[in-house]
């Protein structure tokens, strides 16, 4: 499902860079950066320059996913 794939992503990126803000396993700075370049490009091919916007659309318009809104809030 195109929702979970952007949604696993994001986590995957997020745990990243607590990993390496804490850097508790002592990675060395370049191997650090080597792997983000690595993220960086397979964000960018995945969502960046994809040609059509499948992955952000599914993950916004899934009905399953929790949203940031209360229901009880009217839109008009």
Same mark, same amino acid.
């Given at each position: 499902?195109? =929702? +979970?794939?952007?949604?696993?992503? %994001?986590?995957?990126? *997020? ?23 690595? =993220? +960086?490009?397979?964000?960018?091919? %995945?969502?960046?320059? *994809? ?26």
């Amino acid at each position: 499902m195109c =929702t +979970n794939i952007y949604l696993f992503f %994001l986590a995957i990126v *997020a745990q990243l860079k607590e990993i390496f803000s804490k850097n508790t396993i002592k990675l060395q700075l370049n191997t650090i950066e080597a792997i983000q370049a690595i =993220t +960086n490009k397979q964000f960018n091919e %995945l969502i960046n320059n *994809a040609p059509n916007d499948m992955y952000v659309t599914a993950f916004f318009l899934d009905p399953h996913k929790p949203t940031f809104y209360s229901k009880s809030t009217s839109l008009t």
